[in-house]
């Protein structure tokens, strides 16, 4: 079973604690790990793309010159295809992106991915977070005592105005709660910070 320090917000180590196997100490399987980040980057697109076909384009109602006659080709209409401000042959148009994925399938990325921040040494557990006032000085020495720099994730069991609030100027810091943590979520960011509420949530969900 894997086993990592349990830090305070100071830095300072509380005791160390074990992980679920299951959850956090399997063999990443990447296909699974690709099928549910392709699902979920899949249905962030809004599929709301339009191009406007030959009889939904404005004018050209009138043919443009007779049959014959006149030595150029022939021609219907100027909203053609071939026309300039004509239709578009083929284009986009409305639809849905969302690719299924099941149940459990989604789960064992989940657990794929933690079980991947934990092999790397890039998981920092800590009891809690919280925070007196709103500030951002503040959250970044709480991230400097656990030295979680670069892009990090943090997962909290629940998410607390204060908290949400003195990260929202980090570009690099995204803070969400558990429960709404995603596959793509968590590979996104070079580190993943988690609190033991957090922890004990996938532990029991996941299970």
Known sequence: MPTIALLNQAGKKVKDITLSEEIFGIEPNQQVIYDVVNAQRAAMRQGTHD???????????KKPWRQKGTGRARQGSIRAPQWRGGGTVF????????????????????????SYKVLNEKLVAVDSIKFDAIKTK????????????????????????????????????????????????ILCYDKLVMTSDAISYFEEALK
């Open 51 to 61: 191009t406007l076909v030959r009889h939904e384009v404005a004018g050209g109602g």
């Open 91 to 114: 284009g986009p148009h409305p639809r849905k992106y969302d690719v299924k994925v099941n149940k459990k399938v989604r789960q064992l990325g989940l657990k794929s991915a933690l």
């Open 138 to 185: 503040d959250f970044i020495a709480f991230l400097n005592n656990i030295n979680a720099n670069g892009k990090t994730l943090v997962l909290v069991k629940e998410l607390d105005a204060n908290t949400a609030l003195s990260a929202r100027n980090l570009q690099t810091v995204f803070v969400n709660t558990a429960e709404h943590s995603s596959v793509y979520d």
